[in-house]
């Protein structure tokens, strides 16, 4: 059984640029959310999207969005990057609440 | 605010028992809590869960006390393979986990 996919696992964007990150959860899963990990504050969440909709929402400002499709894949965009944007994030997914929640191996953003 | 508190750090010896507590003492009655580790800032890996009972699989134990304000995570024969951070963390049921600081085990020969 695959695991949680994360792409591109490695990127390097210029402040001021969007990006758009991509994750397909395990199959059978219909719960995605995302975390970022900075050396500074640690893992944070972002936010969850269960069906298509998002549940859950951390404390992160606009320019971060994110969306579910159909398939329960999902992607998240960051617009306006900005250097303390430079974090690990890492995509997790589980069948519902209270289920097993395994994560991808992240992807590295870097913005220069 | 994190809601769970780790100490920063720990050693353990190879093949002892590894001991890793955790306090989340404002945890709420639909609060799992899960232990998860992190090596060279790869993926966290998930390694048990609970909400009330003791949990065993074939990587941990996890207790956790009646009045569920604490847990203890037991690595029951540490190699050097099990070194890395540690956190425990909490899960409302929306799968939004909340991540302290975690704690960093030293397995040493």
């Known amino acids: 059984k695959a695991g949680v996919t994360q792409t591109p696992r490695y990127l390097i964007k210029t402040r001021g640029q969007q990006v758009t990150l991509s994750c397909s959860p395990i199959?059978?899963?219909?719960?995605v959310s995302w975390y970022q990990q900075t050396p500074g504050q640690g893992l944070q969440f972002l936010f969850e999207y269960f069906s298509e909709t998002q549940r859950n929402k951390g404390n992160f400002p606009g320019r971060f969005s994110g969306r579910q499709f159909s398939n329960s894949r999902s992607e998240m965009n960051v617009s306006t990057l900005e250097l303390g944007d430079s974090a690990l994030y890492l995509c997790?997914?589980?069948?519902?609440?209270?289920?097993?929640?395994?994560f991808g191996e992240g992807s590295w953003l870097t913005v220069v | 605010d994190a809601k769970t508190t780790q100490p920063p750090s720990m050693d353990c010896a190879e093949g002892r028992a590894a001991n890793l507590p955790c306090n989340h003492s404002t945890i709420s009655g639909n609060e799992y809590v899960y232990w998860y580790r992190q090596i060279h800032s790869q993926g966290p890996q998930y390694i048990i869960h609970?909400?009330?009972n003791n949990e065993t699989n074939e990587m941990a134990s996890l207790i956790i006390t009646e009045d569920r304000k604490s847990s203890t995570l037991i690595l029951p024969h540490a190699t050097l393979r099990d070194t890395a951070v540690y956190y425990c963390t909490l899960n409302n049921a929306g799968n939004m986990l909340t991540f302290g600081g975690g704690t960093r085990l030293m397995v040493k020969p």
């Open positions: 997790a997914s589980s069948w519902d609440g209270g289920n097993t929640i395994y």
């Open positions: 199959s059978g899963h219909r719960s």
């Open positions: 609970g909400l009330k």
